[in-house]
């Protein structure tokens, strides 16, 4: 078992640029989530799926940012136009149904300047 | 709205002792706990996962409980060594066992002096 893989693990991009964050689940998990970790405000959830669908999506900052999950293996979130205020860790995590617990990528560290 | 908080945010020990960490949480809708550690500039490793029918869980050094009723959970760690420094996480499940959110409180960061 590979874990919950996440590309890029870092991204420096420029303000206005667009940032497309990759997320491969777990086989077999059928729930996905998006959290951001800033300094300031800790761990955030963003928005999480289950079997694809969006079940939540009230944590999504603005209209730039969107998630996508066309199938069970992968998921995106992506930055449109980026921002220095979107600095931070993205991390994507997974879980099975029934009860069990989540596991975590490693991140994705962005930058913005 | 769920809010988790851990206590103390920062805590120091010596080598050898015996520590506790504390997690409350607001609702008590909360499904199952899990606690993290988290090494700077890492990710999120899973501890310990108590789950809605269970009271604690053990896995080595580590000891957790949690009692829906007052709200609490506790993170216990025994004979404690400086591997042990990190940042520790404690988050609460909302929802059914079908994929609901992890709540996280802000953390504790533990220093283990030699």
């Known amino acids: 078992d590979a874990g919950v893989i996440q590309s890029p693990r870092h991204e420096v991009t420029e303000m206005g640029q667009e940032v497309t964050l990759r997320c491969k689940p777990i086989?077999?998990?059928?729930?996905l989530f998006w959290y951001r970790q800033t300094m300031m405000r800790g761990l955030e959830l963003l928005i999480y799926?289950?079997?694809?669908?969006?079940?939540?999506d009230s944590g999504m900052p603005e209209d730039r940012f969107s998630a996508k999950m066309p199938n069970a293996s992968f998921s995106t979130l992506k930055i449109q136009p980026s921002e220095p205020r979107d600095s931070a860790v993205y991390f994507c995590?997974?879980?099975?149904?029934?009860?069990?617990?989540?596991?975590f990528g490693s991140g994705t560290r962005l930058t913005v300047v | 709205k769920q809010e988790v908080t851990q206590i103390p945010a920062a805590l120091s020990v010596p080598e050898g002792e015996n520590l506790v960490l504390n997690c409350s949480f607001t609702?008590?809708?909360?499904?199952?706990l899990q606690w993290f550690r988290q090494d700077p500039g890492k990710g999120l490793t899973s501890l310990l996962l108590i789950q809605s029918s269970q009271r604690e869980q053990t896995s080595g050094r580590l000891n957790a409980s949690l009692d829906k009723s007052s709200g609490r959970s506790t993170l216990y760690i025994a004979a404690s060594q400086p591997g042990d420094s990190a940042t520790y996480l404690c988050a609460g499940i909302e929802g059914d066992n079908q994929g609901g959110k992890l709540i996280f409180g802000q953390g504790t960061e533990l220093s283990v002096k030699p």
């Open positions: 799926f289950n079997n694809n669908v969006p079940i939540d």
């Open positions: 995590a997974s879980r099975r149904p029934q009860g069990y617990g989540y596991t």
């Open positions: 086989s077999g998990h059928n729930s």
């Open positions: 609702d008590s809708a909360i499904y199952n």
